[in-house]
């Protein structure tokens, strides 16, 4: 018993060493976090003219805009969803396509406006919620 | 009132009675049963009831020690006093009349030593029984509420920082969103609260070992109080003589020679 009156004090040292606070405000490096500060998780790559061929001999010109998801700066890998919003012609939640199956880099295609600054506002999500919004633009 | 009676013939007697040889038996039976029945109206009886009656002793008229219930005396007034063990001595008065028995309650209250006596050993065992019983239970029940305090301390240490850490892990903006404005801010209350009851316990038991370990030393240098009968030093050494003024005391040693 007085072996353990002894250690008390040691204990009481111990126990201030515990951490007890979280700073929440300085968690900030998660780029799904909506309070994320660090690099453009989104970065725009290349934008060029497509033509298609939607059948009957007919073809339509779209305009494909491919930017990139800076997966580095995840702090796990993880899996995830892009919303893209068109702030030129104001339609939401556009459809993206991965470059490739299993590719980082993403394809959006939309009519062509040769010569007018495309503006897209981009959002990582996952079970339908969106983190932190970022915006690209691209000029034909 | 006592009769005497002389038988005829004896020295210093006077004869009661017819002087013929032939009524002189019946005259000496006669005479007898005069005394007899003299004697008998001279004395009544006491019969006592005592509480405490383990122990009642009494000295009658200051000289006679005995515990008999029963007593046969000669009428007038006889000194009594009465004690038992633990008791306060009384003395008292009795009246004899003679042909007549009476009962009598004898109660005795318990002597201030012995009142005293009982609150100091009172006083003793529940010391000791503080000391040996309920000091090391209330110490146990501070040690486990302690090793409960610590654990769970150190419990919400490891929630606080697996929260910390799952916000690498977390990939679900509204996840992360809640961890920050709820769940660590609720973990980091709960490991104040526990860091405090461990304090708190760890006081506690530290205050109750400190004092177990203080009070068995206390007891250990402390005896039991003893009882010392001094009202029957009293009784069994003492009688009390009323003098013209306002009396004496007188010392007696009796040794019972049986």
């Not at chain 1, 939401?92 to 590719?103: E, I, L, M």
């Not at chain 2, 038992?84 to 005795?108: H, I, Q, S």
């Not at chain 2, 977390?170 to 992360?176: C, M, T, W, Y």
Request: with cysteine.
């Amino acid at each position: 018993m007085k072996r353990f009156l002894i250690l008390l004090p040691f204990l009481v040292l111990l126990s201030s060493c515990f951490k007890d606070t979280v700073d929440t405000a300085s968690l900030t490096n998660n780029p799904f976090d909506r309070d994320f500060n660090g690099e453009q998780v989104f970065v725009f790559e290349e934008t060029f003219l497509e033509t298609v061929n939607i059948g009957g001999g007919t073809n339509v010109l779209y305009q494909v805009i491919v930017f990139r998801v800076r997966e580095e700066l995840f702090l796990s890998p993880t899996d995830y969803g892009i919303r893209l919003d068109d702030l030129q012609n104001g339609q939401d939640a556009q459809p993206v396509t991965p470059v490739s199956a299993g590719s980082s880099r993403y394809r959006y295609r939309r009519e062509p406006l040769p010569g007018t600054s495309i503006c897209l506002r981009l959002r990582l999500t996952n079970s339908q919620s969106a983190a932190r919004a970022e915006t690209i633009c691209a000029t034909l | 009132m006592t009769s005497k009676v002389r038988i005829a013939g004896t020295e210093g007697g006077s004869v009661v009675g017819s002087t013929s040889p032939g009524y002189r038996i019946p005259v000496v039976f006669g005479s007898l049963l005069l005394c007899l029945v003299a004697q008998a109206q001279s004395t009544g009886q006491l019969r006592f009831r005592f509480e405490p009656d383990r122990g009642m002793q009494y000295v009658l008229d200051g000289k006679y020690r005995m515990g008999d219930r029963e007593l046969t005396l000669e009428e007038g007034r006889h000194t009594f006093t009465f004690w038992a063990p633990e008791r306060l001595m009384m003395d008292t008065v009795f009246v004899v009349e003679p042909g007549r028995a009476k009962d009598v309650l004898v109660r005795l209250r318990y002597s201030q030593e012995y009142v005293d006596y009982r609150r100091a050993e009172e006083r003793f065992e529940s010391q000791r029984r503080i000391g040996r019983l309920w000091l090391p239970l209330a110490t146990a029940g501070a040690g486990a509420w302690t090793t409960v305090a610590w654990i769970r301390l150190a419990q919400s240490h490891s929630t606080l920082l697996d929260l910390e850490d799952s916000y690498n892990a977390l990939a679900d903006p509204d996840r992360i969103e809640a961890l920050k404005t709820t769940d660590l801010p609720n973990a980091q209350a709960d490991l104040r609260n526990a860091r405090t009851h461990a304090y708190v316990a760890s006081g506690v038991f530290a205050l109750s070992t400190a004092a177990t370990v203080m009070l068995r030393k206390k007891l250990a240098t402390r005896s039991a109080p003893e009882f010392k009968d001094q009202e029957r030093i009293r009784f069994e050494g003492l009688v009390w003589e009323p003098g013209e003024r306002r009396g004496t005391w007188a010392a007696a040693l009796s040794i019972p020679i049986r």
